[in-house]
């Protein structure tokens, strides 16, 4: 079974990038079938997608997101990493990453919050 | 963007009762790509539904999807107490969006 989680400093300074990594254990990023995404949830809020990438680091961002957002894949690590620039408080959130097949989020990691402020 | 517009907000239902839940789309969804997913607090989402009415690995029969086009219901047939959560619906036919959540809880 496939397990994902999160990882990152839980408070970002405004203005500042805001960097995590999720580590995949129980399957191979390599193996092609599945992306690999990042969604947040903003606190008492619902979901929203930010973006996802292939193994081969190919990259699909939300539009609204798409100018900040930058995801990565280390498939030596078997990790993804997301970093998001000139962050303000609405950027405070609890960050998931996931593994998605055919736009489907079959499995999640548990989340971490990430906070911005001075 | 395909919007997608969840009601009500909350339901306020007993255990044993059925639970309908509305998804509607701002647009006609592709091949039925409509997904839900389960939310209890403190917890990852969990998926449930695809493809408007099948459902997940795992997932109890007393789930089920239907609809088509812009029009998508999750009904709960009998609420269990591990079933009151929120539930949140997404399309996965054009980009990927959700809907803002239906917040099932014990009246």
């Known amino acids: 079974q496939v397990q994902l989680q999160e990882s990152g400093p839980g408070l970002v300074k405004p203005s500042q990038t805001l960097s995590l990594t999720c580590s995949v254990s129980g399957g191979s990023i390599s193996s092609g079938t599945y992306y690999w995404s990042w969604i947040r949830q903003h606190p008492g809020k619902g979901l929203e997608w930010i973006g996802y990438?292939?193994?081969?680091?190919?990259?699909y961002y939300n539009p609204s997101l798409k100018s900040r957002v930058t995801i990565s894949v280390d498939t030596s690590k078997n990790q993804f990493s997301l970093k998001l620039s000139s962050v303000t408080a609405a950027d405070t959130a609890v960050y998931y990453c996931?593994?998605?097949?055919?736009?489907?989020?079959?499995?999640w990691g548990q989340g971490t919050l990430v906070t911005v402020s001075s | 963007e395909i919007v997608l517009t969840q009601s009500p907000g909350t339901l306020s239902l007993s255990p044993g009762e059925r639970a309908t839940l509305s998804c509607r789309a701002s647009?006609?969804?592709?091949?039925?790509?409509l997904a839900w997913y389960q939310q209890k607090p403190g917890q990852a989402p969990r998926f449930l539904i695809y493809g408007a009415s099948s459902r997940a690995t795992g997932i109890p029969d007393r789930f089920s999807g239907s609809g088509s086009g812009t029009d998508f219901t999750l009904t709960i047939s009998r609420l269990e107490p591990e079933d009151f959560a929120v539930y949140y619906c997404?399309?996965?036919?054009?980009?990927?969006?959700f809907g803002g959540g239906t917040k099932v809880e014990i009246k």
């Open positions: 997404q399309q996965y036919g054009s980009s990927l969006t």
């Open positions: 996931a593994r998605v097949y055919s736009g489907l989020f079959q499995h």
């Open positions: 990438i292939y193994y081969s680091g190919s990259t």
């Open positions: 647009q006609s969804v592709s091949s039925s790509s």
